[in-house]
């Protein structure tokens, strides 16, 4: 749109993600479903309600015992319904960390919205493997099958989230990449895109002065 109006000096800011370098939990010593997002915004009250009403249902005939953790700010009361014996819905907490480093697999079904969706890269950043729709991976280089599966509906989304919470091999293989899928959004690679559209700038001043 900017380029039509000719607008040809344009420059693109990432979200900023690192991987984190320490060592974490192992696959068989993790457990549960994890979520994050700010209640707030409408996709994520979306994503929460088609979550329990349509995906977890599936996943739960095949792993019972399952749980699920809604993490994020301003639960609303549709969302605190959305509570169980099997669904957590803890409200806002000043630390998560623990949640990502002990979770099995991260979920982000999004199913509207715009823009990099900041709960993949955090995600990715822990190194835990995520399940996500087409519409949460716009931005990240992710392809399924190699770093993450994508699912469209509810029944490939709980298949998906079946086969990763289950082997292992998969949910190594994805626990690895997440670093190489995060390298461009680091904040070493940002900051030289930050430089040159700084210098793309400058240039263009002299330009016209």
């Known amino acids: 749109?900017?380029?039509?109006?000719?607008?040809?000096?344009?420059?693109?800011?990432?979200?900023?993600?690192?991987?984190?370098?320490?060592?974490?939990?192992?696959?068989?010593?993790?457990?549960?479903?994890?979520?994050?997002?700010?209640?707030?915004?409408?996709?994520?009250?979306?994503a929460v309600k088609w979550l329990c009403s349509d995906i977890m249902p599936l996943v739960w005939e095949r792993l019972p015992d399952v749980k699920l953790t809604l993490l994020?700010?301003?639960?609303?009361?549709?969302?605190?319904d959305l509570a169980s014996d099997r669904v957590s819905v803890p409200g806002y907490l000043r630390d998560v960390s623990p949640y990502f480093e002990q979770s099995r697999v991260f979920v982000a079904p999004i199913r509207f919205g715009?823009?990099?969706?900041?709960?993949?890269g955090q995600s990715l950043?822990?190194?835990?493997?995520?399940?996500?729709?087409?519409?949460?991976?716009?931005?990240?280089?992710?392809?399924?099958?190699e770093n993450c599966l994508l699912a469209a509906d509810a029944r490939e989304f709980a298949d998906a989230v079946i086969r990763l919470y289950s082997d292992e091999q998969t949910w190594s293989s994805f626990a690895r990449a997440s670093a190489e899928a995060l390298r461009e959004f680091g904040d070493e690679a940002v900051a030289v895109r930050i430089a040159q559209m700084l210098e793309n700038l400058a240039v263009a001043n002299r330009a016209s002065s």
């Open 1 to 46: 749109m900017l380029a039509d109006r000719g607008i040809a000096n344009v420059a693109v800011i990432p979200t900023i993600h690192t991987a984190r370098s320490a060592e974490t939990r192992t696959f068989g010593e993790r457990k549960g479903i994890l979520f994050i997002g700010g209640y707030n915004h409408t996709p994520n009250v979306d």
């Open 125 to 145: 950043e822990f190194g835990l493997p995520v399940v996500t729709t087409p519409i949460g991976a716009e931005g990240f280089p992710l392809r399924s099958g």
């Open 72 to 80: 994020g700010s301003g639960p609303s009361q549709e969302v605190q």
């Open 114 to 120: 715009a823009g990099l969706k900041g709960k993949i």
